[in-house]
């Protein structure tokens, strides 16, 4: 791929710290800008056309990092969350709730009350633990979107719920990114949180962007590549982000049925939909967990292609992605 040097420097970083896909635009310096972000728990790269106003989209992105995040203690998610009252909330904060609860009754894997279980692990933090089978039974029993009583006056939550938005706020903000993107009449631009992407018009040199997926024996490098129009892209995988206890390792994204870090036999799974980000970040997930027993599933959506690979290096894709794939590594074959 040729990359502008600027722009091959912060697609890197990014993918440096989350499992993710690299996007190519095949341009020069003179042709775009990007600027660099640290929100939603990762480094979040910016592209768009040079000599045009970037400043609305990295604020933009400030501003829903601040809004969204259980982490910040300021953010709205964090004021429900410690709230044992009604909490008024904006309307953006308003919709990723009611959008994640629409998603989770028709993908029960993936749950945005999972927070106290997420918060009991610690996987990401700086002291993970191995919970006790009680302590992670106590956190089974706050899970579940019918713990978010949503009224005209605000959100409470039941039951002990906790709210984490990690499975889908990377995919919502890149919704509300790309509004703007439409907003403005935007050229083209590539936005990156590594392991939610959005590539958004058309290149200055009129070609298809590509888009690399890690490979995750070996996250430097890239296990398959795919050309696409403009798209969401979003990967999710237990190969960077995980701990190790008495050898053995465990990894962020959870069975909500176990309460345990997921055991799958996938080792990735890439989801590309046309105009809906939030549910390519949902989805990744929910296909992750359920493994190779239930990929046949998704891969015949009209909705949104899908690109997974397993523990034995398999490859699992749409029927209307596969033209589009390239393998990069030869350890890589087809289903």
């Known amino acids: 791929m040729a990359v502008s040097k600027s722009l091959a420097v912060c697609i890197a970083a990014s993918a440096m710290i989350a499992v993710g896909a690299l996007m190519s635009l095949n341009g020069s310096d003179a042709d775009s800008q990007t600027v660099r972000v640290v929100a939603m728990d990762s480094v979040c790269t910016v592209t768009v056309k040079a000599n045009t106003d970037i400043s609305p989209y990295t604020e933009l992105i400030k501003e829903l990092d601040k809004t969204l995040s259980a982490y910040d203690e300021d953010s709205e998610v964090s004021c429900i969350n410690n709230s044992y009252d009604v909490v008024k909330v904006s309307d953006l904060t308003g919709r990723l709730i009611e959008k994640a609860v629409s998603l989770n009754k ?24 191995v919970p006790t089978q009680a302590e992670i039974s106590a956190a089974l029993e706050t899970i579940g979107s019918e713990n978010i009583v949503i009224t005209d006056e605000g959100i409470t939550l039941e039951n002990g719920t906790k709210l984490n938005f990690g499975c889908c706020a990377k995919g919502f903000a890149l919704d509300e990114v790309k509004k703007l993107l439409d907003k403005n009449n935007a050229e083209y631009a590539v936005i990156s949180f590594g392991s939610s992407s959005l590539v958004y ?49 465990y990894s962020h994204i959870f069975d909500l049925e ?59 894709c749409s029927q209307s992605i596969r033209d589009s794939i390239e393998i990069k590594n030869p350890d890589y074959r087809f289903a």
């Open 106 to 129: 028709i993908y029960p894997n993936t749950d945005c009350t999972s927070g106290a279980l997420i918060d009991l692990w610690n996987v990401t933090g700086d002291n993970p633990k």
């Open 201 to 249: 018009g058309q290149k200055p040199d009129k070609s298809e962007f590509v888009t690399e997926i890690q490979n995750p024996n070996d996250p430097g490098e890239a296990a398959v590549s795919f050309t696409s129009g403009q798209c969401f892209v979003s990967t999710s995988g237990g190969y960077e982000r995980f701990f190790e206890s008495n050898g053995r390792k």
């Open 258 to 316: 176990t309460g345990y870090p997921a055991e799958t036999d996938l080792t990735s799974v890439t989801v590309i939909c046309e105009d809906d980000g939030m549910l390519t970040d949902f989805l990744s997930t929910e296909i992750y967990i359920g493994g190779t027993k239930s990929i046949a599933d998704y891969l015949d959506s009209e909705k949104f292609q899908v690109i997974a690979l397993d523990e034995n290096n398999n490859i699992y």
